[in-house]
T-cell receptor, first 110, second 114 residues
Framework: TQLLEQSPQFLSIQEGENLTVYCNSS?????LQWYRQEPGEGPVLLVT?????EVKKLKRLTFQFGDARKDSSLHITAAQPGDTGLYLC??????????FGTGTSLTVIP | ETGVTQTPRHLVMGMTNKKSLKCEQH?????MYWYKQSAKKPLELMFV???????ENNSVPSRFSPECPNSSHLFLHLHTLQPEDSALYLC?????????????FGPGTRLTVL
């Protein structure tokens, strides 16, 4: 079983601060996705990255896929209370298996 | 209704009960999934159906029994569960059964087994 380790596991910050969440694996992934899950809801896809070194921006969120396609990061600028939620990375390995990461629970305090 | 809906949202059952979870997708998708989400564990894929046929069963105990009567509906039948089965059960759908396809999730059923 592939393992996608996310760090930190928990993060609590003040509104307006910046933060970075990491998703790491010892294995190569064909593609990697980031989801956000708000309390009481299911995960919602934020972005898919497929090329090593790729950077995608979604308003205040910046996603990067590592050059070796083994890791990814999510950077949030000027966090807002609406960013609160569980952030999940998920990857597709070359064998077409799909795995979710361990998750990072983010709380943004107003 | 739009997207993926799940009922009930909350369920408390004893170990000897039989209950069913229901999922319905209104997206015209061909693939549907059941996941288990427990605290401090990654989302665990339980079952995948593509065009109403089960295509993946990840070593799930037989006390969980899925049913997909058509491409819009997915059930998870539960019987003689254990307390460690308490978790959030999420249903998802995608256009097709592809590993990297965008999955649309329902809000989940919070299950407590006493």
């Amino acid at each position: 079983t592939q393992l996608l380790e996310q760090s930190p596991q928990f993060l609590s910050i003040q509104e307006g601060e910046n933060l970075t969440v990491y998703c790491n694996s010892s294995s190569v992934f064909s593609s990697l996705q980031w989801y956000r899950q708000e309390p009481g809801e299911g995960p919602v896809l934020l972005v898919t990255v497929v090329t090593g070194g790729e950077v995608k921006k979604l308003k205040r969120l910046t996603f990067q896929f590592g050059d070796a396609r083994k890791d990814s990061s999510l950077h949030i600028t000027a966090a807002q209370p609406g960013d609160t939620g569980l952030y999940l990375c998920a990857g597709e390995d070359p064998g077409n298996q799909f795995y979710f990461g361990t998750g990072t629970s983010l709380t943004v305090i107003p | 209704e739009t997207g993926v809906t799940q009922t009930p949202r909350h369920l408390v059952m004893g170990m000897t009960n039989k209950k069913s979870l229901k999922c319905e997708q209104h997206l015209g998708h061909n693939a549907m999934y059941w996941y288990k989400q427990s605290a401090k564990k990654p989302l665990e894929l339980m079952f995948v159906y593509s065009l109403e046929e089960r295509v993946e069963n990840n070593s799930v105990p037989s006390r969980f029994s899925p049913e997909c009567p058509n491409s819009s509906h997915l059930f998870l039948h539960l019987h003689t569960l254990q307390p460690e089965d308490s978790a959030l059960y999420l249903c998802a759908s995608s256009q097709d059964w592809l590993a990297g396809a965008e999955q649309f999730f329902g809000p989940g059923t919070r299950l407590t087994v006493l």
